[in-house]
């Protein structure tokens, strides 16, 4: 019957969705519309119609048959790949959900829904689309990645949901949940106050968790710009953080505002702190712009390691610019800290020491590294980039 009603609802009473999106019509009003319709058409018992209501006001106000791992706070992702195979993470680990989509013809009708919610265009000229969601839910940002079936193997949307905690958790509650220790944290908090910090790791590392953090403890008198791709860095209560986030731009429109464009602009702003959310491209050279003239800067980056975090924003950089490699790793020396995640802890701090002309690249001092990783890397027989031959230090 909930498919039924979906159906209905998506054709010949389309229209009363449309009213109530303009606002013509309340969200009671719409409800009452929906009761009075079953009653008209659907012969079944009291408890069926019922439930059938009840989904359906998830499906139209809510996430459907997503609702519940939304509302969720174990879940942190959602990966929808066909309509009966949606896949979680919960408490880091990744496993079937309970749930699954009555049809493909239902899964689709909630993709459409999803993007006509967010206004957002998924025709085959945007085939491949991000947006995020901060208000449906009260206690996550929702960060949606749409990929339509023109791309897709098996002739359904792919669906990736990320949560966001709008509580984020703060410095103490990451030493209490583990991902370092107080020493380690009080050491962060002072370095990410006196200069420029660079965060890196893989996917899912801790990277946006402990940046969200470390920012909270800017001091007051202070003011912060953060620009991001998608709005997942907030503040709980920062009297001067301005916030900034791309726009992609549609194939029906020439209007659209990336990384670089707003990067740009915050060079123009008076600000005592430039933060980019995650260094992906071409605005790696205004941020590098922005820590080179002495403004303390902050943004995390996908990085297999501290050591290589740097010449990761040099690669960026190049693609925007007519610096030689070397000559971004130069400027680059003036970040402070690079700090290594992985699976949401602490690995790598490492101090930035200056640029060795003899070595042509970067030298750092290791501040911490955790104990596990130097476990691996002795038995592996590696050797960590910075070596005692460079910065004086015992090889771990």
């Known amino acids: 019957m909930f498919g039924i009603l979906i159906a209905d609802y998506t054709t010949t009473k389309q229209p009363v969705i449309l009213q109530m999106r303009q606002e013509r019509i309340s969200q009671d009003a719409f409800m009452r519309d ?76 909630f993709i459409d829904m999803l993007a006509t919610r967010n206004h957002v265009n998924i025709s085959n000229l945007n085939a491949i689309q991000r947006f995020t969601d901060v208000g449906s839910s009260e206690d996550f940002i929702l960060r949606f990645t749409v990929v339509m079936p023109l791309l897709t193997t098996y002739e359904q949307p792919y669906l990736c949901i990320r949560k966001v905690p709008k509580n984020f958790p703060e410095m103490p509650a990451l030493v209490k949940a583990g991902m370092m220790s107080g020493e380690v944290a009080e050491m962060l908090v002072e370095r990410f106050r006196e200069g420029s910090t660079l965060i890196c790791g893989g996917n899912s590392s801790g990277k946006t968790t402990i940046l969200n953090a470390l920012k909270e403890t800017i001091p007051e ?19 001067d953080m301005m916030f900034l986030h791309s726009l992609p ?13 707003i990067s740009i602009a915050g060079l123009t702003m008076d600000v005592d702190y430039f933060i980019v959310g995650e260094v992906k491209g071409e605005e790696a050279m205004y941020l590098l712009n922005a820590a080179y003239t002495g403004q303390i800067c902050a943004a995390t980056i996908h990085a ?5 975090a740097l010449e990761k924003v040099a690669d960026y950089s190049m693609y925007g610019s007519q610096y030689s490699r070397d000559e971004l790793m130069k400027m680059l020396s003036c970040f402070h ?36 990783l130097a476990r691996r890397e ?8 910075v070596r005692e031959d460079i910065v004086g230090i015992p090889v771990i």
Not at 221 to 239: C, N
Not at 304 to 308: I, M, R, V, Y
Not at 346 to 364: A, E, R, T
Not at 378 to 385: L, S, T, V
Request: charged share 30%; net charge positive; aromatic share 10%.
């Open 34 to 109: 929906v009761r009075e319709h079953i009653l008209q058409y659907y012969d079944t018992s009291r408890e069926v119609r019922c439930g059938a209501l009840t989904q359906f006001e998830q499906y139209i106000f809510g996430y459907s048959r997503l609702t519940n791992l939304i509302n969720s706070p174990e879940v942190s992702d959602i990966r929808c790949v066909r309509h009966d195979s949606i896949r979680i993470k919960r408490k880091g680990r990744r496993m079937a959900a309970d749930v699954k989509f009555g049809s493909a013809q239902e899964y689709r009708s």
């Open 221 to 239: 008198d202070r003011s912060v710009l953060i620009t991001q791709q998608a709005d997942e860095l907030t503040t709980k209560g920062h009297p």
């Open 249 to 261: 731009g549609m194939a029906e429109s020439q209007v659209s505002y990336d990384l670089k464009d």
């Open 304 to 308: 297999p390691s501290a050591d290589k």
């Open 337 to 372: 800290t690079v700090v290594f995640m992985r699976g949401y802890k602490v690995c790598q701090v490492y101090d930035v020491i200056g640029w060795s002309q003899k070595v042509k690249n970067i030298l750092y001092r290791k501040l911490y590294v955790d104990a596990e």
């Open 378 to 385: 002795k038995e592996a027989n590696e050797i960590p980039y």
